[in-house]
Structures are given as C-alpha cells and as structure tokens.
C-alpha cells in the first residue's frame, strides 16, 4: 500500500511540473484533463504526505527517548 500511495505522490510531481510547462498550457483540453487528474489526487497525496510526517516526528522522538533517558523513564513513557 505504501508502494501505491509514493507512485501517486510522485505521479502528482509529474502533473504539476507539467502543467507547468508551455506546451500543456497552450492545449486546453490535455489541460484540463491534467488538472483534473492532479485535483483528484491532491487529497490522498496529501494525507499521504503528512502520514510521512508524522511517521518522522515518532521515530525521531523514538530515538530521543532511548539516548536521552533511562530505562526506568523510558518505561514509565
């Protein structure tokens, strides 16, 4: 499941570098159909990307509790 949620991540990047770019913005219709895709995927690419964030923040405080206290705190946590 991880493995799907960074291929639409990444497929996000890919939408927004090409609308970005000259030659979609003077086609109406690849436009739109772009835009749509990139707005169907903001939500989950999103929840996603804070899921990561969070993901981060525990192993960070994870590794705080094990080099910054002892045993007994660490338990007691």
Do not use: C, W
């Not at 772009?34 to 995927?41: C, H, I, N, R, V």
Request: glycine fraction near 4%.
């Amino acid at each position: 499941m991880i493995e799907q949620l960074r291929k639409l991540e990444a497929r996000y990047e890919e939408i927004e570098h090409l609308l970005g770019q000259q030659e979609t913005l003077s086609d109406s219709a690849s436009y739109n159909k772009l835009a749509k895709e990139l707005s169907d995927l903001k939500e989950p690419v999103f929840l996603f990307r804070d899921f990561k964030k969070l993901e981060q923040e525990i192993g960070g405080l994870e590794h705080l509790l094990r080099e910054k206290h002892d045993a007994d705190f660490t338990e007691m946590a």
